[in-house]
């Protein structure tokens, strides 16, 4: 089974408005990875916080973690149409290579 | 760099066949691996690879093979395909360690009728 499960499945919001995806995991981690794919295309990462983290941000992008309830967030603060993509959240456990993902969130903005 | 390269785009394949999907870095990365993407069910793990001559099966391995000869390749073969394999493959890598970003290719559709 998938290390990771996100929630929402979809969302769908207007410009400007920022967006909150959740993931969720099962098992110890080292660092948790968010990961973005546009359709048709290949996953480009966007940013990674370690286990010894609660918070971190790239420009318009902030992921919280919290190990005790083995859980993150993805906030996307003043969303754009170009934003609309599908969202995954990704567990590394360690140096044994494995980088297991979640199902994803599809994020839609309208302009 | 070219980075992560896979072929082909896209397959078709009759139940039975086999064939083998193609990933090559050159980024001089360690880690590889492989994973499908159906509608629904996010990445799955097929097998990565922690190095040249080892590899290691994920979640989903059933039903495919793969080697790890050199550092920049590592293909999958599908032995004997199966309409459940239906599916878009990606191969990806990274830098051995912890806490290293992953790198995709941008993926092979794959149909079997």
């Known amino acids: 089974s998938q290390q990771g499960e996100e929630d929402p499945q979809a969302l769908s919001i207007q410009e400007g408005e920022n967006a909150t995806m959740n993931c969720s995991y099962k098992?110890?981690?080292?660092?948790l990875q968010w990961y973005r794919q546009n359709s048709g295309r290949g996953l480009v990462h966007l940013i990674l916080?370690?286990?010894?983290?609660r918070e971190k941000h790239s420009g318009r992008l902030r992921v919280t973690l919290d190990t005790s309830k083995k859980s993150s967030s993805l906030l996307i603060t003043a969303s754009r149409a170009a934003d609309t993509a599908s969202y995954f959240c990704?567990?590394?456990?360690?140096?044994?290579?494995?980088?297991?993902f979640g199902q994803g969130t599809t994020l839609q903005v309208k302009p | 760099n070219a980075g992560v390269t896979q072929t082909p785009k896209f397959q078709v394949l009759k139940t039975g066949q086999s064939m083998t999907l193609q990933c090559a870095q050159d980024m001089n990365h360690e880690y590889m691996s492989w994973y499908r993407q159906d509608p629904g069910m996010g990445l799955r793990l097929i097998h990565y690879s922690v190095g040249a001559g080892i590899t290691d099966q994920g979640e989903v391995p059933n039903g495919y093979n793969v080697s790890r000869s050199t550092t920049e390749d590592f293909p999958l073969r599908l032995l004997s395909a199966a309409p459940s394999q239906t599916s878009v493959y990606f191969c990806a890598s990274r830098r051995p360690g912890l806490a290293t970003e992953q790198y995709f290719g941008p993926g092979t559709r794959l149909t079997v009728t």
């Open positions: 916080i370690r286990s010894n983290e």
């Open positions: 990704a567990t590394d456990s360690g140096n044994t290579g494995k980088l297991i």
């Open positions: 098992t110890s981690i080292n660092n």
